[in-house]
């Protein structure tokens, strides 16, 4: 069996612009991502470009806390 914690974990991107904003009107919600990252290789916190279908444009997701 496995040996302690695995090396391929489950992490969700957060928009880091409509965290920002709040939910108002120009934003009517957050959006999210859901992926996997090697514990290995990307120790850090994961950071990428994805789509915000609410600020309808290409923004930075970042990792958050489960």
């Known amino acids: 069996m496995a040996k302690g914690k695995?090396?391929?974990i489950r992490v969700i991107l957060q928009c880091v612009s409509c965290v920002r904003k709040g939910a108002n009107e120009e934003?009517?919600?957050i959006s999210r991502y859901s992926t996997?990252?090697?514990r290995?290789?990307?120790p850090?916190?994961?950071e990428l470009r994805k789509f915000c279908r609410y600020c309808?444009?290409?923004t930075i997701h970042a990792e958050i806390k489960k």
Request: positive net charge; charged residues 30%.
């Open 6 to 8: 695995d090396v391929r």
């Open 27 to 29: 934003s009517a919600g």
């Open 36 to 38: 996997q990252k090697n």
């Open 40 to 42: 290995h290789n990307t």
């Open 44 to 46: 850090g916190q994961l």
């Open 56 to 58: 309808r444009k290409h």
